[in-house]
């Protein structure tokens, strides 16, 4: 099932994500200034004095010279005071999350928006807050661990300049502080956005997509080949902004179980993605068990692990699923009684909340599939000119 609303976010006006309370703002300063909390939200980005065994801070999984990405093709990266904890999910990319909307229903009732793969969280204030204290992340024990290494950091004196000199005497309104400066950190520092492809010079009249690259775009856009526009819009926005390649919206693709994922060794664990069990509001939802948050593909050829369990090494091998998952079902899925036990990784009552309505997904066995192996190359020759860092 394909949980969007056609055309719905066409027309959505997208906001910077909110910035919550916080003393020491300043307004969204240019590329080469940051704000004074901004600059403290890069110094905390960076710190692994602030994880339990001091080895880990946000830019270990989310690295700036990797699209803010992680760097080693890990299905899920490993946390903890010794980083030998690992964890549940593969680790986006914060690249382009400024603009995401908090989560909501639209008119048609397609969910949309908010920040993590299951959108639980509606800043990106709120989402900073979780992994300094995840077990499988940074680790701490509870937020006073957390200000009590940060009074001791190189930086302590600004961050009581900024925000008051009695600030670490409060844990709670200092751990506030914390996270509200890594959000005006994302929200100020341009490489988090930097609209710097080659795509987006092609859009502005500055470059030329080679041939293999025209293929791939038309590739991209056709409803019945790739399809990839249907999630990912790929035009300018109704007011010339440059195309996120997401929209917002939630999809069940039916991706295969990932043995690497230490949790899988309990048969009865799966991640449901909206319904749980991270999130727990919508845990009713059972149409929603197994949706995940569309990402935005700019940078996607930069990833060395694909989809929310890292299940795929490749960009190649990720679209060779999207295009024979239904046609070539042995080729992804373990064999039971010799018959493919497709969408593994979601239990038997919500495999029917797989998306097989839509190219390529509208095949079955013995159909030739929507992309050859040549229109895949075309295709990832399109989508490697959304990388960051475009020169002539």
């Known amino acids: 099932m394909r949980i969007r609303a056609w055309g719905a976010i066409a027309a959505l006006g997208i906001a910077l994500a909110g910035c919550g309370g916080g003393d020491g703002s300043t307004s969204t300063s240019s590329s080469s200034e940051l704000s004074a909390a901004a600059a403290l939200g890069q110094q905390i980005f960076s710190d692994v004095s602030l994880s339990a065994g001091g080895k880990q801070s946000c830019a270990s999984c989310h690295d700036p010279d990797h699209a803010h990405g992680p760097a080693n093709n890990l299905a899920v990266q490993l946390g903890g005071a010794n980083l030998d904890v690992p964890g549940?999910?593969?680790?986006?990319?914060?690249?382009?999350?400024?603009?995401?909307?908090?989560?909501?229903?639209?008119?048609?009732?397609?969910?949309?928006?908010?920040f993590d793969l299951d959108g639980r969280v509606d800043t990106l204030q709120a989402q900073a807050r979780r992994p300094f204290l995840a077990p499988h992340e940074m680790a701490n024990p509870d937020i006073p661990a957390v200000i009590s290494k940060l009074a001791n950091a190189s930086y302590a004196v600004e961050f009581r300049r900024v925000f008051g000199d009695t600030i670490f005497s409060d844990p709670q309104a200092a751990f506030d502080r914390v996270v509200f400066a890594?959000?005006?950190?994302?929200?100020?520092?341009?490489?988090?956005?930097?609209?710097?492809?080659?795509?987006?010079?092609?859009?502005?009249?500055?470059?030329?997509?080679g041939d293999a690259e025209l293929r791939g775009l038309a590739l991209f856009n056709s409803a019945s080949k790739g399809n990839c526009a249907a999630c990912h819009p790929s035009a300018r926005a109704a007011d010339g902004s440059p195309p996120l390649f997401t929209d917002f919206t939630y999809d069940n693709l039916g991706v295969p179980r990932n043995i690497e994922i230490a949790a899988t060794a309990d048969a009865n664990y799966f991640d449901l993605g909206l319904c749980g069990p991270d999130r727990t509001d919508l845990s009713g939802r059972?149409?929603?068990?197994?949706?995940?948050?569309?990402?935005?593909?700019?940078?996607?050829?930069?990833?060395?692990?694909?989809f929310h369990n890292g299940r795929f090494k490749s960009l190649k091998e990720a679209l060779q699923f999207y295009a024979t998952r239904d046609t070539h079902p042995e080729r992804w899925y373990p064999l039971v009684n010799g018959t493919p036990d497709k969408f593994n990784d979601l239990p038997a009552a919500y495999r029917a909340n797989v998306n097989t309505s839509e190219a390529p997904y509208n095949r079955k066995p013995g159909d030739a599939p929507a992309l050859t192996d040549a229109e895949i190359d075309d295709l990832i020759a399109f989508l490697t000119t959304l990388s960051d860092g475009y020169s002539r």
């Open 88 to 114: 549940f999910r593969a680790a986006p990319s914060l690249r382009y999350l400024k603009t995401t909307p908090a989560f909501f229903f639209d008119a048609e009732g397609t969910p949309t928006g908010g």
């Open 182 to 209: 890594l959000q005006r950190f994302q929200l100020e520092d341009a490489s988090f956005a930097p609209f710097s492809s080659k795509y987006d010079a092609f859009l502005a009249g500055n470059a030329k997509l």
């Open 286 to 306: 059972t149409d929603l068990c197994g949706a995940f948050k569309v990402p935005t593909l700019r940078n996607v050829a930069t990833r060395p692990v694909f």
